[in-house]
């Protein structure tokens, strides 16, 4: 199996989508629960990424760590909050907000 040439995703969510009355339109139901965890996957891994340059960071710096990669741990806890599936154990409330670089 493979990815079939010509399936793109839509960036975006769906337009029709009623979050008053999400269960009107089935189809921009699923749609707009796909865009949902698709954006929770692309936050997942850009966590990911920013955790190896942190440990790459860490090993290179080694005792300067604290001064050197201070900007990479910010980034780190900022991309790291809201975006738990809740098995942590800890209510979403406690997760904190999403910070959005301006």
Partial sequence: MGRKKGVRFE???PDDFDPE???DDPVAMLEMREH???EKWIDIETAKILRER????YRVEGV???QK???LVQQYLDSTRGIGWGK???HPDQHGPKVVPE
Avoid: F, M
């Fill in 54 to 57: 942190l440990k790459w960071c």
């Fill in 11 to 13: 960036e975006g969510a």
């Fill in 21 to 23: 009355r999400p269960y």
């Fill in 64 to 66: 300067n760590h604290l």
């Fill in 88 to 90: 942590d154990g800890r």
């Fill in 36 to 38: 949902l965890v698709r």
């Fill in 69 to 71: 990669c201070r900007h």
